[in-house]
Protein backbone atom coordinates (compact mmCIF):
# COMPACT_ATOMS: atom_id res chain seq x y z
CA UNK A 1 0.00 0.00 0.00
CA UNK A 2 1.18 3.50 -0.74
CA UNK A 3 1.60 6.48 1.46
CA UNK A 4 -1.65 8.13 0.54
CA UNK A 5 -3.81 5.09 0.96
CA UNK A 6 -2.27 4.60 4.26
CA UNK A 7 -3.65 7.96 5.16
CA UNK A 8 -6.83 7.34 4.06
CA UNK A 9 -7.39 3.84 6.26
CA UNK A 10 -5.67 6.14 9.11
CA UNK A 11 -8.62 8.55 8.11
CA UNK A 12 -10.80 6.11 8.57
CA UNK A 13 -10.67 5.25 11.70
CA UNK A 14 -11.62 8.50 12.75
CA UNK A 15 -15.54 9.59 13.06
CA UNK A 16 -17.39 12.06 11.73
CA UNK A 17 -19.84 14.61 13.55
CA UNK A 18 -21.48 17.00 12.07
CA UNK A 19 -21.11 20.14 13.53
CA UNK A 20 -24.79 21.43 12.53
CA UNK A 21 -26.02 18.77 15.02
CA UNK A 22 -24.16 20.23 18.09
CA UNK A 23 -26.35 23.68 17.02
CA UNK A 24 -29.49 22.18 16.81
CA UNK A 25 -29.13 20.03 19.93
CA UNK A 26 -27.91 23.20 22.01
CA UNK A 27 -29.86 26.20 20.46
CA UNK A 28 -29.38 28.64 23.06
CA UNK A 29 -25.45 28.75 23.83
CA UNK A 30 -24.29 25.75 22.12
CA UNK A 31 -20.82 27.70 21.81
CA UNK A 32 -20.43 27.60 25.45
CA UNK A 33 -20.30 23.64 25.57
CA UNK A 34 -17.28 23.42 23.72
CA UNK A 35 -13.99 24.53 23.71
CA UNK A 36 -11.69 25.73 20.72
CA UNK A 37 -8.09 25.34 20.68
CA UNK A 38 -4.99 25.88 17.67
CA UNK A 39 -2.77 28.03 16.13
CA UNK A 40 -4.64 31.32 17.06
CA UNK A 41 -4.62 33.85 14.48
CA UNK A 42 -5.22 37.32 16.37
CA UNK A 43 -3.64 39.81 18.07
CA UNK A 44 -4.00 40.06 22.10
CA UNK A 45 -4.93 43.05 24.02
CA UNK A 46 -1.59 44.87 24.17
CA UNK A 47 -1.43 44.63 20.35
CA UNK A 48 1.36 41.86 20.17
CA UNK A 49 0.87 39.79 17.51
CA UNK A 50 -0.27 36.06 18.51
CA UNK A 51 -0.33 34.20 14.58
CA UNK A 52 1.34 30.86 14.86
CA UNK A 53 0.94 30.94 19.06
CA UNK A 54 -1.07 27.61 20.42
CA UNK A 55 -3.88 28.46 22.39
CA UNK A 56 -7.81 29.19 22.22
CA UNK A 57 -9.52 30.30 19.37
CA UNK A 58 -12.40 29.85 17.21
CA UNK A 59 -15.01 26.97 15.66
CA UNK A 60 -13.51 25.72 12.98
CA UNK A 61 -14.78 26.33 9.47
CA UNK A 62 -15.22 22.90 8.11
CA UNK A 63 -18.85 21.78 9.49
CA UNK A 64 -17.28 18.00 10.22
CA UNK A 65 -15.76 17.64 13.20
CA UNK A 66 -13.47 14.23 13.22
CA UNK A 67 -13.49 12.56 16.38
CA UNK A 68 -10.52 9.86 17.13
CA UNK A 69 -10.60 6.65 18.79
CA UNK A 70 -8.96 6.51 21.85
CA UNK A 71 -5.85 5.47 21.23
CA UNK A 72 -4.94 8.24 18.60
CA UNK A 73 -6.79 10.66 21.12
CA UNK A 74 -4.26 10.46 24.00
CA UNK A 75 -1.21 11.14 21.00
CA UNK A 76 -3.15 14.01 20.34
CA UNK A 77 -3.66 15.38 23.79
CA UNK A 78 0.32 14.47 24.40
CA UNK A 79 0.90 16.56 21.02
CA UNK A 80 -1.47 19.24 20.69
CA UNK A 81 0.84 22.04 19.78
CA UNK A 82 1.82 19.20 16.61
CA UNK A 83 -1.11 18.39 15.49
CA UNK A 84 -1.91 22.19 15.47
CA UNK A 85 0.54 22.47 13.45
CA UNK A 86 -1.13 20.28 10.88
CA UNK A 87 -3.78 23.08 10.66
CA UNK A 88 -6.30 20.90 13.31
CA UNK A 89 -8.28 23.10 15.64
CA UNK A 90 -8.75 20.85 19.10
CA UNK A 91 -12.36 20.50 19.91
CA UNK A 92 -12.78 19.87 23.82
CA UNK A 93 -16.33 19.31 25.51
CA UNK A 94 -16.51 22.35 28.30
CA UNK A 95 -17.74 20.14 31.21
CA UNK A 96 -15.14 17.54 31.36
CA UNK A 97 -12.33 18.68 29.62
CA UNK A 98 -11.45 15.93 27.41
CA UNK A 99 -10.82 15.95 23.72
CA UNK A 100 -13.91 15.09 21.65
CA UNK A 101 -12.85 15.88 18.47
CA UNK A 102 -10.11 17.41 15.87
CA UNK A 103 -11.90 20.50 13.48
CA UNK A 104 -10.20 22.06 10.20
CA UNK A 105 -10.43 26.15 9.58
CA UNK A 106 -10.41 25.70 6.36
CA UNK A 107 -12.89 24.69 2.97
CA UNK A 108 -12.41 23.78 -0.76
CA UNK A 109 -8.99 21.59 -0.61
CA UNK A 110 -7.69 18.24 0.01
CA UNK A 111 -8.15 17.94 3.76
CA UNK A 112 -6.14 14.47 3.20
CA UNK A 113 -3.27 15.79 1.65
CA UNK A 114 -3.34 19.67 3.99
CA UNK A 115 -4.03 17.80 7.28
CA UNK A 116 -4.07 13.94 7.74
CA UNK A 117 -0.80 13.62 5.46
CA UNK A 118 1.17 16.08 8.17
CA UNK A 119 -0.65 14.26 10.67
CA UNK A 120 0.41 10.72 9.80
CA UNK A 121 3.84 11.54 9.29
CA UNK A 122 3.68 13.03 12.56
CA UNK A 123 2.25 10.41 14.22
CA UNK A 124 4.96 8.40 13.04
CA UNK A 125 3.50 5.71 11.56
CA UNK A 126 4.67 3.51 9.02
CA UNK A 127 1.56 1.47 7.72
CA UNK A 128 2.81 2.00 3.86
CA UNK A 129 5.37 0.61 1.98
CA UNK A 130 8.60 1.72 1.98
CA UNK A 131 9.47 3.87 -0.80
CA UNK A 132 5.97 4.55 -1.82
CA UNK A 133 5.60 7.83 -0.45
CA UNK A 134 3.08 10.55 -1.10
Given amino acids: MNEMEAVQR ?3 GFDRF ?12 W ?6 EGLMNVEDADGEDE ?3 YGVTH ?4 GTWFIPCAPEAEWIEE ?7 CGF ?24 IKHFLP ?16
Fill in 79 to 85: HKEEVAD
Fill in 89 to 112: TLIYNSDDHGLFALGVDGAGYSFL
Fill in 31 to 36: YEAWAF
Fill in 59 to 62: EPLW
Fill in 18 to 29: PAALVGEKFTEG
Fill in 51 to 53: VGT
Fill in 119 to 134: LYRARGLQWHDTGEEA
Fill in 10 to 12: FVD
